[in-house]
């Protein structure tokens, strides 16, 4: 991708070198079934179907499948099976075939293995390992399809307490013109109240830039955000023009790039996120290669055509905690603290006492991105060796905040790799106050996690960057999917929330008594603040 | 004794909490004419079976007309030797004006009270700046984040809640208001200091003007052993218990005390721990991991340190839906906005019907999808709250109205005076606030009395219902 000898498909020095590998997925094609229609050749993009004239016939140059399936799933009489290669290496417990292989690319071309989406390595997802309790006779549990069921979340800060003299001078202000019988008369107003957002749902989608995904994609995933009440995250891309019209559900970001930021882009959004690391690749920048960065991009992104765009792996005006609180200032000035102002960092060893001191800086809210969330592209061997995993990362965090008494001065919103909604709750009730999917959202739009969004081919036009393949994406079908998703996921909350006996999702934060452990050791249970089952 | 003992008494298994279910009952006279403590007991031995045996009590307020300006300290001892400590620890910080054990019947034959412990009062005199207690992380947290330039002012404003001064000088009631807030902590940290760190000793109640009785039995029993026939008070609560995961112990039984505050309550909070959490960073340490605990705290935190009203504080912790809230009028939307966020953390979830009591105020409420039953009535000037009808009309069976609260609607009884501003220590939680008194409903706002039920509350709850706007 553009910097020789810097990424896997570099050219080598003394020009290609044949590839030891054998292909990491057989097609497989069911002459009885296959009509010859060559709708998988239109379909696939890494050019693994192709029509042999001298036969007349369709086949297939398998080591080029990438495993997305687009192929088999649009095969109009399921004529395709893709199947993982079989082919075995003697079987070696330390140099597994990924070790293997990857070296072997690396000999072949000299560069850094590139890859996209989340971790896939088999570290414990914590979330296996906890469940959820439910009522029985001592208290009942409530039934969501006859009694109501809150989800309504807000981030941002909350005051201590409500303030009885600023109740007064509301109270002074015309408040007296609603005499209410009953009605809270000693109350602040709410406008002085720190600004928050407020969602229908504590499921918001990530921050997925404009340019690792296409325009079609953002698209969806803001009419989403809107049908759904809740938010969608720009990413660190810039904001494009036809898409500002979703402004109330649109949260923009603010990276090492500054790509696209303007007085505008901050006040039409509805928060403003500070992006310091990403769970994929913490410590480390972005590069979208110039060949990406065609017209539209770059009016989005206010670079020049053609130019890689570099995201510095810090913030060069951010080298301590009170740059960051300079920033997060500055960003509450230019939009005259109407809006909240959010930090994201990936979830590292010491993320408590960072989240801890991102809070004193101001923040309203704390993003914190776990060891498995996505990326569009990150160095494989960052990907999978850097961080920690999010719910020890959250658990560590809210008992940070709690223990310094400044839980109520932030929110805390925390991704990575949330598979279901019995992970959302459970994060809810380790202590956080929302959570951001990404992958979640893009398996709803087709995505099939075959790890190839930075070469930019993606069949399912998700992180294309190739206009014809980013058309496959109906932005309107993929939104209603993601509506669907959202709807599916919050109606089982309920479910699970009301087999509790709790019927605001409120009273569910924070409380780790509804939670207990199975197959975890107790340094585990201890940072997680949870019993084991039993207990 | 220590808090290990304290927490292997009233929780022996390391549940995440204690589980209990009760029968409850509350009567105030807002005229302030006292009421003999039989009607409490007999009020309680109609709802008994409710409760299990395993946990009797019952709050008097006004019962000490006499001695009305002394703190009233009652406590649990298991032996002499930890009266001894009590009284060395008492005498450092206060005077003690008078000292004996509380007045018991022997246990009859067939009672259920199970093998009662030492059971004394003390009456106190704070003496001259009783000291701060700093290794105490409840009262360090309580002194933290305190307005203390407040006290003075708040009190006067209607809807306020409690028609008291304070530090102006008038009267002892023993209205929790009514403390000097520095004082008050000091109060805190005090019975804290005592039940945490004095083996053997555990206190029941600390304040003016009112006292806790409780212990293992069944409620009308407890009554009988502690002689509340002997005792008059404008208003008395009664709990009787129905643990399902602690051994029986005189201290783990309701009423609850803080203060001036008692809480009995029949229910089981599911949002516990979100409750604990929150109310440890204003420094309450729930170390009796009971629901109850955690009502109390929230109470006071509202109520005596945040100064909200009694509706809002029903506000808070039986909050109103979001749907209802959404189709309220601007004003209305947006301070019910402020109170759930400020304080969501607060709002107790599952099913729960609390009495909360305070010097001259009584408060009944239902959680706000009311799981658990509760009934409120009204004769002459008593206000009735209790599980069942049937507790009250034992007592009481020619009753003005009947009603059943609507969830989270509170039911809140006040002393005639005091609601009014400005008239502090009038209302004198002893006999002698004349009979003649006005008796017209005091401004409670809420259901307070009966006579604005129904027809002011077509749908929705009162307060806030649109209805009450358009009107």
């Given at each position: 991708m553009g910097q020789a000898r810097t990424h896997i498909e570099a050219q080598a020095v003394f020009g290609p070198l044949k590839p030891y590998l054998e292909p990491e997925f057989l097609v497989e094609r069911d002459p009885d079934r296959c009509i010859q229609c060559g709708v998988c050749i239109s379909q696939c993009s890494f050019g693994v179907h192709w029509f042999d004239v001298r036969r007349s016939q369709v086949r297939a140059e398998q080591e080029r499948c990438v495993g997305c399936h687009r192929c088999a799933v649009f095969c109009p009489t399921g004529a395709l099976t893709i199947r993982r290669n079989p082919s075995e290496y003697r079987p070696n417990a330390n140099w597994r075939p990924e070790f293997v292989a990857d070296l072997k690319r690396q000999a072949e071309t000299g560069g850094v293995v590139l890859t996209g989406m989340g971790n896939d390595k088999p570290f414990r997802v914590y979330w296996d390992h906890l469940l959820l309790n439910a009522s029985q006779v001592t208290n009942p549990s409530i039934d969501p399809l006859r009694e109501p069921m809150e989800l309504r979340t807000f981030l941002g800060a909350r005051p201590d307490q409500v303030n009885p003299s600023a109740s007064t001078s509301a109270l002074a202000d015309g408040a007296t013109s609603h005499p209410v019988e009953g009605l809270p008369a000693a109350m602040v107003s709410v406008e002085d109240l720190p600004p928050a957002l407020q969602l229908e749902t504590p499921i918001m989608f990530s921050a997925m830039s404009y340019g690792a995904i296409s325009f079609q994609a953002q698209l969806a995933l803001f009419e989403a955000a809107q049908a759904c009440g809740t938010y969608a995250n720009t990413g660190e891309g810039g904001w494009p023009r036809p898409l500002r019209r979703f402004h109330d559900h649109v949260i923009v970001q603010v990276a090492s790039g500054r790509f696209g930021v303007d007085a505008d882009y901050l006040n039409e959004a509805a928060m403003v996120e500070i992006k310091i690391g990403q769970g994929a690749k913490p410590g480390i920048g972005g590069h979208l290669p110039g060949e990406k960065v065609k017209a539209p991009i770059a009016r989005t992104r206010m670079i020049p055509e053609g130019t890689d765009a570099l995201s510095p792996a810090p913030h060069h005006d951010i080298y301590s905690i009170e740059d960051l609180a300079l920033l997060i200032y500055a960003l509450k000035e230019a939009t005259h603290y109407e809006k909240p102002v959010a930090v994201k960092v990936a979830a590292v060893h010491n993320v408590a006492a960072i989240a801890s001191g991102i809070a004193r800086a101001g923040a309203d809210v704390i993003a914190i991105d776990g060891v498995r969330g996505g990326t569009g592209a990150a160095p494989k061997i960052i990907r999978d060796n850097v961080g920690i995993p999010i719910e020890l990362a959250l658990a560590a965090v809210d008992r940070r905040l709690r223990e310094e008494k400044i839980r109520n001065r932030v929110s805390l919103v925390v991704a990575g790799g949330f598979r279901s909604s019995a992970d959302v709750i459970k994060a809810i009730a380790l202590g956080a106050d929302a959570v951001y999917i990404g992958t979640a959202a893009f398996v709803a739009m087709g995505c099939t996690l075959c790890q190839k969004c930075y070469t930019g081919k993606c069949a399912w036009g998700i992180t294309a960057a190739d206009p014809a393949l980013a058309r496959r994406l109906n932005p309107d079908l993929a939104a209603e999917r993601l509506i669907n998703l959202v709807h599916a996921w919050s109606a089982e909350i309920k479910e699970m929330l009301g087999g509790m006996g709790i019927n605001a999702l409120e009273s569910l934060r924070g409380n780790r008594d509804h939670l207990r452990a199975v197959g975890l050791e107790q340094w585990e249970m201890d940072v997680l603040g949870v019993k084991g089952a039993g207990q | 004794m220590t808090l290990d003992e304290l927490r292997q008494r009233q929780n022996p298994y390391g549940d995440d909490k204690a589980i209990d279910a009760c029968g409850l009952f509350g009567v105030i006279d807002r005229s302030g004419r006292r009421l003999n403590g039989q009607i409490a007991i007999e009020a309680m031995a109609n709802l008994h079976d409710r409760g299990n045996g395993l946990g009797g009590g019952f709050a008097g307020y006004g019962i000490y007309p006499e001695m009305?300006?002394?703190?009233?300290?009652?406590?649990?001892?298991?032996?002499?030797?930890?009266?001894?400590?009590?009284?060395?620890?008492?005498?450092?910080?206060?005077?003690?004006?008078?000292?004996?054990?509380?007045?018991?019947?022997?246990?009859?034959?067939?009672?259920?009270?199970?093998?009662?412990?030492?059971?004394?009062?003390?009456?106190?005199?704070?003496?001259?700046?009783?000291?701060?207690?700093?290794?105490?992380?409840?009262?360090?947290?309580?002194?933290?984040?305190?307005?203390?330039?407040?006290?003075?002012?708040?009190?006067?404003?209607?809807?306020?809640?409690?028609?008291?001064?304070?530090?102006?000088?008038?009267?002892?009631?023993?209205?929790?208001?009514?403390?000097?807030?520095?004082?008050?902590?000091?109060?805190?940290?005090?019975?804290?200091?005592?039940?945490?760190?004095?083996?053997?000793?555990?206190?029941?109640?600390?304040?003016?003007?009112?006292?806790?009785?409780?212990?293992?039995?069944?409620?009308?029993?407890?009554?009988?052993?502690?002689?509340?026939?002997?005792?008059?008070?404008?208003?008395?609560?009664?709990?009787?218990?129905?643990?399902?995961?602690?051994?029986?112990?005189?201290?783990?039984?309701?009423?609850?005390?803080?203060?001036?505050?008692?809480?009995?309550?029949?229910?089981?909070i599911s949002s516990y721990g979100t409750n604990r959490r929150f109310l440890e960073m204003y420094g309450y340490y729930c170390t009796l991991q009971t629901d109850t605990e955690v009502i109390a705290y929230a109470a006071d935190l509202l109520m005596r340190r945040h100064h909200l009203s009694v509706n809002e504080a029903a506000l808070v912790l039986a909050a109103p839906m979001w749907k209802e809230i959404d189709r309220l009028p601007a004003t209305a939307r947006q301070r019910l906005t402020v109170l759930r966020r400020v304080y969501a953390p607060l709002l107790l979830n599952g099913p729960f019907t609390v009495i909360i009591a305070r010097s001259g105020e009584l408060i009944g409420l239902g959680d706000r999808v009311r799981l658990r039953p509760f009934v409120a009535a009204s004769a002459g000037d008593r206000l009735y709250v209790a599980s069942e009808e049937a507790a009250i009309r034992v007592v009481e069976p020619q009753l003005d109205q009947v009603w059943i609260p609507r969830g989270g609607e509170p039911v809140v009884g006040r002393l005639d005076g005091l609601a009014q501003a400005g008239v502090p220590g009038a209302v004198a939680a002893s006999a002698a606030v004349a009979r003649a008194q006005a008796t017209t409903a005091t401004t409670t706002t809420t259901a307070a009395c009966a006579a604005a039920w129904p027809a002011a509350r077509p749908s929705g709850r009162a307060g806030w219902g649109e209805q009450e706007v358009a009107g």
């Open positions: - | 009305a300006d002394a703190i009233a300290l009652h406590v649990m001892l298991d032996d002499q030797a930890s009266r001894a400590r009590l009284e060395e620890e008492l005498q450092q910080d206060f005077h003690i004006r008078l000292a004996e054990e509380i007045p018991h019947r022997p246990v009859a034959a067939g009672s259920s009270v199970q093998a009662p412990p030492l059971l004394w009062r003390y009456f106190l005199d704070p003496q001259p700046g009783i000291s701060r207690r700093p290794g105490q992380r409840v009262g360090q947290g309580l002194g933290q984040g305190y307005d203390q330039g407040r006290g003075p002012e708040h009190g006067s404003g209607e809807g306020r809640g409690h028609g008291f001064g304070s530090g102006d000088g008038g009267p002892v009631v023993g209205a929790s208001a009514e403390y000097d807030p520095e004082f008050a902590d000091s109060l805190v940290d005090f019975v804290m200091h005592i039940n945490r760190d004095l083996p053997g000793v555990y206190v029941f109640s600390c304040a003016r003007n009112m006292g806790v009785f409780k212990g293992v039995g069944y409620p009308e029993d407890i009554g009988e052993f502690f002689r509340l026939d002997d005792y008059a008070g404008y208003m008395w609560t009664g709990h009787g218990r129905f643990p399902t995961n602690t051994h029986a112990w005189w201290g783990g039984a309701h009423p609850f005390s803080l203060l001036d505050w008692t809480v009995v309550h029949n229910g089981e």
